[in-house]
């Protein structure tokens, strides 16, 4: 009985193998058209025809399913036709296909892979972008997109934007996987990313985070939920939405280092660190919302148990708090950018000082500040800010309010001059001095 069931089961086996054998057979030897027809599920889906030096079939590699492999990648930037610039590029392309969708002449896209290539995103000065490549979906066709993952793998990114104000901003995504279900109908994935900003004040800086995104077709639109982002070593929690190609993020952390949230700050505000050196915690939320065009970004933070140092020890501050708000401007531009710092109060030396500090336009500042003093015994103090020559037993107790403001050619302008010059008001009263 053993022996027959042996034999029975040895036979299924062999029977299987031919079957498979002669699948492969089949495949290999239809493997020109296959690749052909591979490629036009890829192609179908593009305004811009993708163009590789090299194909190549696999069969038992991701066995059921196959893969087509493409090497050397491009895509030519549609906004220069025939000029050999850029919008993609990778060497190595992996497509992975649904094996018995194609021998039912079906060809279902269900995994990309991408790696060691360079990506150059532009918007122009009119609103059009050389990335907008991909066709409305208004023909039926035994060829559709099933990703069950998409992943990019140390790829040098490249964003910039030309207009009023020109600008630039290279990476390196490292890793970038989306995995889940993908296509017109349902949208519920998970997206883990690994981010190289190499040149970022003198320092490099990396971003990572994972979130959870998800669509279906009563939902007009992508929701971000469990999403968490890393700075260097920072974590922040991200949520938002993407509606018809415009995004709504938030990110909220607390308690986070001041000094390196300074660190981050752009050197045109603090080119040396020297001239600020803060310390303490900030509560941090960050709302943006990207569109074609651009991304407005507000930053709020609360500054909190903080210590300052200005101009090495020309200010030294203790108990610093602060509200702190940046905002890109509805331009998302320089010009339209205002930094605003409110109701800042610190004690230094005997003497307490609170106020406000505004800068619209960072690129012509407007500048303007508010100072209130108050101490007893602090006269030494005033002398010492205004680097006055004191001598030892001056006495006094300084109070009041004073306003200033300031409209500079430049930032650098700005850090060159400082607050001496400018348009000053308000009252000091001496009491008790001598």
């Known amino acids: 009985m053993i022996k027959k069931v042996l034999i029975a089961l040895a036979?299924?086996?062999?029977?299987?193998?031919?079957?498979?054998?002669?699948?492969?057979?089949?495949?290999?030897?239809?493997?020109?058209?296959?690749?052909?027809?591979?490629?036009?599920?890829?192609?179908?889906?593009?305004?811009?025809?993708?163009?590789?030096?090299?194909?190549?079939?696999d069969v038992l590699g991701q066995f059921p399913d196959v893969s087509l492999r493409l090497d050397h990648v491009f895509i030519e930037d549609p906004l220069r036709p025939n000029s050999g610039d850029t919008l993609l590029y990778f060497e190595e392309v992996y497509a992975q296909f649904g094996l018995f969708s194609v021998l039912r002449g079906e060809t279902i896209l269900k995994r990309v892979t991408v790696s060691n290539g360079a990506l150059k995103m532009r918007w122009e000065e009119d609103g059009q972008t050389n990335f907008d490549i991909l066709k409305e979906d208004s023909t039926e066709t035994a060829s559709y997109v099933d990703l069950?993952?998409?992943?990019?793998?140390?790829?040098?990114?490249?964003?910039?934007?030309?207009?009023?104000?020109?600008?630039?901003?290279?990476?390196?995504?490292?890793?970038?996987?989306?995995?889940?279900?993908?296509?017109?109908?349902?949208?519920?994935?998970?997206?883990?990313?690994?981010?190289?900003?190499?040149?970022w004040n003198d320092q490099s800086v990396r971003i990572g985070g994972s979130t959870e995104f998800f669509s279906n077709s009563e939902v007009d639109q992508i929701l971000v939920d469990n999403g968490v982002v890393t700075i260097n070593d920072w974590e922040l929690d991200l949520s938002g939405s993407i509606q018809q190609g415009i995004g709504q993020w938030t990110a909220?952390?607390?308690?986070?280092?001041?000094?390196?949230?300074?660190?981050?700050?752009?050197?045109?505000?603090?080119?040396?660190?020297?001239?600020?050196?803060?310390?303490g915690l900030m509560d941090l939320k960050v709302v943006a919302s990207t569109t074609p065009a651009g991304s407005r970004i507000r930053a709020e933070g609360d500054w909190k148990k903080g210590t300052?140092?200005?101009?090495?020890?020309?200010?030294?501050g203790e108990g610093v708090s602060a509200h702190v708000v940046f905002d890109n401007g509805p331009q998302a531009r320089l010009e339209t950018a205002t930094l605003d710092i409110s109701a800042f109060s610190f004690q230094s030396r005997n003497s307490v000082l609170s106020g406000s500090f505004k800068m619209d336009n960072l690129v012509q500042p407007r500048a303007q500040a508010s100072l209130t003093?108050?101490?007893q015994n602090n006269l030494l103090?005033?002398?010492?800010?205004?680097?006055?020559?004191?001598?030892?037993?001056?006495?006094?107790?300084?109070?009041?309010?004073?306003?200033?403001?300031?409209?500079?050619?430049?930032?650098?302008?700005?850090t060159d001059q400082g607050v001496w010059l400018g348009q000053w008001s308000g009252n000091l009263e001496v009491k008790e001095g001598y």
């Open 11 to 57: 036979l299924l086996i062999g029977v299987a193998l031919l079957g498979l054998a002669g699948l492969i057979g089949y495949l290999q030897s239809d493997s020109d058209a296959l690749r052909a027809r591979l490629l036009g599920v890829v192609n179908e889906q593009l305004s811009v025809p993708v163009q590789a030096s090299g194909l190549e079939l």
């Open 148 to 199: 069950k993952g998409f992943t990019v793998l140390n790829a040098r990114i490249h964003l910039s934007g030309y207009g009023d104000s020109p600008w630039e901003f290279p990476f390196v995504a490292e890793r970038v996987k989306l995995s889940g279900v993908l296509d017109a109908e349902q949208f519920d994935a998970k997206a883990a990313w690994e981010l190289l900003i190499p040149r």
């Open 252 to 279: 909220t952390a607390e308690n986070l280092d001041m000094s390196d949230v300074m660190a981050l700050l752009p050197k045109a505000l603090i080119p040396d660190p020297s001239t600020i050196v803060a310390d």
């Open 308 to 316: 300052l140092n200005a101009s090495n020890g020309w200010i030294v």
């Open 373 to 375: 003093l108050k101490g």
């Open 381 to 414: 103090d005033v002398m010492h800010w205004l680097e006055f020559p004191t001598w030892t037993g001056s006495q006094g107790h300084v109070n009041g309010t004073i306003g200033w403001r300031q409209t500079f050619s430049s930032l650098e302008a700005l």
